[in-house]
């Protein structure tokens, strides 16, 4: 095993930036199979000012025995920012340089782009415990993650239910693309793998012979398999009470009829009012540009109103709910294996997949990694 003065310090960038030492500098000293390796970030920069760090960039710089060991901490580490909604870094970013004797307190710019800065220093902190962990099943589920991310993502803000109106019609519609249908069910696939990794497939907890996980005609888990799935999450830190939002934005398709979604508890932002009679909203907008012609100023911000009313009226309502950790992977496994493995040629069902039903599964593996690694505690539901 090497020690560290056999240590060599790499960049990922061809050349320092400046002589300036790193500032909120971060450390991180670990080992893998065998070799041991550091990790040095600057990921929570300033927040830039006027005139000031502006276009900065987070900096890392890697210290391993050798370049081929560098570069497996710098994928991990561009994988492992896709569980706190950050980016990955791009093929040209993905390589390491060892720096010169004379660079080791030089800045070294990462090619993360802006959406690594804000996640860096939680994701170099994720990629040294998936790295040092027993198995590898954690590094496989991360990587897992970000190739599926890397197909078909979304920003954490389409999914505030403030701007449901903004995005429901792009996140929630039918495609009509196949490519862009082959993306969204391979994401799924490629997210559900993560889940399989770490073990938590439904299946894996059926009694030998078993041929089902749920209680027949219902869509409720068995009680000895979810007991056992509670047993196996609550080793990751995931007890029974918590709870995960899944966005539930589409109108109510064929496969719902097939696989309904398992009670859950409601959110507090979810619509328990139903949308105006479009035909009211009508007479109403009529009466505020009638209102309008006459001068009255205010009658603008009515139109404005109505017409934000209208829209709604046309969107599926929002319909989000607190899922148990059980029944989320149980519908996950639902999701990957009829709609998005196999064979979907000839499955209708298939054109329906959204952006939602990518994210829900998406955002369960990061949750599962987040909280596992103990980066992320989980609040409670309501």
């Not at 209680?215 to 007991?227: F, M, Q, S, Y």
Request: charged share 30%.
């Amino acid at each position: 095993m090497p020690d560290e003065q056999t240590l060599t310090p790499y960049a990922t960038s061809l050349t320092p930036v400046s002589e300036e030492p790193f500032r909120h500098e971060g450390r991180y000293a670990g080992q893998a199979d065998g070799e041991r390796y550091v990790i040095r970030w600057d990921g929570e920069p300033e927040w830039p000012r006027r005139g000031r760090d502006v276009g900065r960039r987070p900096r890392i710089v890697i210290e391993a025995a050798s370049e081929e060991f560098a570069l497996r901490v710098l994928e991990t580490i561009s994988s492992a920012s896709t569980v706190f909604g950050g980016g990955w870094l791009d093929e040209d970013g993905l390589a390491v340089v060892p720096l010169p004797p004379d660079g080791l307190d030089r800045q070294a710019e990462a090619a993360l782009g802006e959406w690594g800065q804000g996640c860096l220093g939680k994701a170099a902190r994720l990629a040294a415990w998936v790295l040092d962990h027993e198995s590898r099943r954690a590094e496989y589920a991360v990587h897992r993650l970000m190739v599926s991310r890397s197909l078909h993502s979304v920003t954490s803000v389409d999914m505030d239910p403030s701007s449901h109106h903004e995005t429901a019609e792009r996140l929630g519609q039918r495609v009509g693309s196949v490519r862009a249908r082959v993306e969204r069910a391979t994401a799924i696939v490629a997210a559900y793998g993560a889940i399989e990794e770490l073990g938590l497939d439904p299946k894996c907890f059926r009694d030998k012979g078993e041929q089902d996980t749920a209680i027949p005609g219902t869509d409720t888990l068995k009680p000895e398999i979810k007991e056992r799935m509670d047993a196996k999450l609550a080793e990751m830190g995931i007890s029974p009470e918590d709870r995960i939002c899944w966005f539930w934005r589409t109108p109510d398709e064929a496969y719902e009829r097939v696989k309904r979604l398992p009670t859950g508890l409601p959110t507090p932002w979810v619509d328990t009012q139903p949308p105006r009679d479009p035909a009211q909203i009508a007479a109403d907008r009529q009466r505020a540009v009638e209102a309008l012609k006459a001068g009255d100023e205010m009658a603008v911000d009515r139109l404005i109103v109505l017409f934000a009313e209208a829209r709604a009226a046309d969107l599926p309502p929002v319909r989000d709910v607190y899922l148990d950790y059980p029944h989320a992977i149980s519908y996950a496994s639902w999701l990957r294996s009829v709609l998005g493995a196999h064979s979907i040629a000839d499955q209708r069902r298939a054109e329906i997949l959204s952006s939602y039903h990518v994210e829900n599964v998406q955002q369960l593996v990061a949750n599962l990694l987040a909280v596992w690694s103990g980066l992320w505690k989980h609040p409670p539901a309501g």
